[in-house]
């Protein structure tokens, strides 16, 4: 049921409108409307129900009320997307803000990434910052808007894209709160994006935790490869193998997994196992309890290619999306060596000098002339 705060109406979820006559009753009460396919998903038609609770009022007053009402139920449950709504007969501003919030409204709160590059390069930090005060965030693949990842916010978007596509009601959507989902069926993959579980690898993944998967792989990413992590299958809520499936659909491609090759090697080896290792297993399942056993290693991938992988390949195998730390250094290399302000440009020998000169000697003064002169 979905339901609407101190009123007498309530929104089922087939899309009929309910009228309960004591508020505080419990019980929904009577269907006295219901919602019909409008002009686009968001501006739903009211048809009033001919029956004896409606019969007492005046047909066309009826249902300018209840349009109002479901104009209000919808700002209650989907504010955020009701407020990017551009007023009929206003032409949307020249301004890439007001042109992605535009296809956001278009797209029920979800729109591809590359639907929006061209506009996303017109972004200043001045403009981001409106983008954000508009509770839009630009993911890595998706552009979409965090608040309607609600239960209530996900079933009414569910409710009003199958009446307008004429799909079969009760619509089917995900249980409330739930991450993932394993789809077994056919279904419109369009219809999943739009009520925020885009499908990848045969699972409807609830886009706030894709986004969080594919942030942590290019963060982690290394020379257009990365490692799958065990978190990653923690936040989709599934298994090792169903992780490996969702990475698969992205576009990445498996190239390594040390499973698969301890499988082959357990094959190999499985009928020559010596008394000795049966004895090391033996000891080894008889150590205590408490010891944390290590998780085993996952695959490795190569990176799909495309224009994050450019930004990684640009940025020399870093772990971030921008080569600023390489800029940086090639401007320091071009500097010129620093000098001391006493250098001199010649760097002349300052060694100590050393200055000899031949002492002068005279004939009378030897030690032969001095005797020939005592002699006589």
């Known amino acids: 049921m979905l339901e609407s705060k101190n009123t007498q109406f309530t929104l089922s979820a087939e899309g009929k409108i309910l009228w309960q006559e004591k508020i505080n009753n419990p019980i929904p009460g009577v269907e006295i409307a219901a919602l019909a396919k409008g002009s686009q998903p968001l501006k739903p038609l009211v048809i009033i129900t001919e029956c004896e609770a409606t019969s007492k009022y005046d047909i066309q007053e009826l249902k300018n009320r209840l349009s109002i009402w479901v104009k209000s139920h919808l700002s209650e449950t989907i504010e955020a997307l009701v407020m990017l709504e551009v007023p009929s007969g206003v032409a949307i501003k020249d301004d890439a803000v007001s042109k992605i919030a535009a296809k956001l409204y278009d797209g029920m709160g979800i729109v591809p990434r590359e639907d929006l590059e061209d506009l996303i390069a017109e972004l200043t930090p001045e403009t981001r910052s409106d983008l954000r005060s508009k509770k839009i965030r630009l993911g890595p693949v998706l552009a979409f808007m965090p608040d309607l990842n609600k239960p209530a916010a996900v079933r009414l978007r569910a409710l009003l894209l199958s009446i307008y596509n004429g799909y079969e009601l009760p619509p089917k959507v995900p249980a409330d709160g739930i991450v993932s989902v394993k789809i077994e069926v056919d279904v419109d993959p369009?219809?999943?994006?739009?009520?925020?579980?885009?499908?990848?690898?045969?699972?409807?993944v609830r886009i706030d935790m894709l986004d969080r998967v594919i942030s942590?792989?290019?963060d982690h990413a290394d020379k257009g490869k990365f490692q799958a992590r065990h978190e990653m299958a923690e936040w989709l809520g599934c298994s090792i193998e169903d992780l490996y499936n969702v990475l698969e659909s992205m576009g990445h491609t498996k190239i390594y997994d040390p499973a698969e090759q301890e499988d082959q090697l357990k094959e190999k080896t499985s009928d020559d196992v010596t008394e000795v290792?049966?004895?090391?297993k033996e000891e080894t399942t008889s150590?205590?309890?408490d010891v944390e056993v290590k998780k085993p290693e996952l695959a490795t991938f190569r990176l799909k290619k495309g224009k994050a992988f450019a930004s990684k390949q640009a940025g020399s195998g870093s772990k971030s999306f921008s080569n600023k730390g390489n800029q940086a250094k090639i401007k320091d290399?071009?500097?010129?060596?620093?000098k001391k302000k006493n250098e001199k440009k010649n760097n002349k020998d300052r060694s100590p000098r050393v200055i000899s000169a031949e002492a002068k000697t005279l004939k009378d003064d030897?030690?032969?002339?001095?005797?020939?002169?005592?002699?006589?």
Request: glycine share 8%.
């Open 190 to 204: 369009i219809y999943y994006r739009s009520i925020g579980y885009p499908l990848y690898g045969g699972r409807a």
């Open 216 to 218: 942590c792989i290019y």
């Open 277 to 280: 290792e049966k004895n090391d």
């Open 287 to 289: 150590k205590k309890e």
């Open 333 to 338: 290399s071009n500097k010129k060596p620093f």
């Open 366 to 376: 030897s030690p032969f002339a001095i005797l020939q002169q005592l002699k006589k």
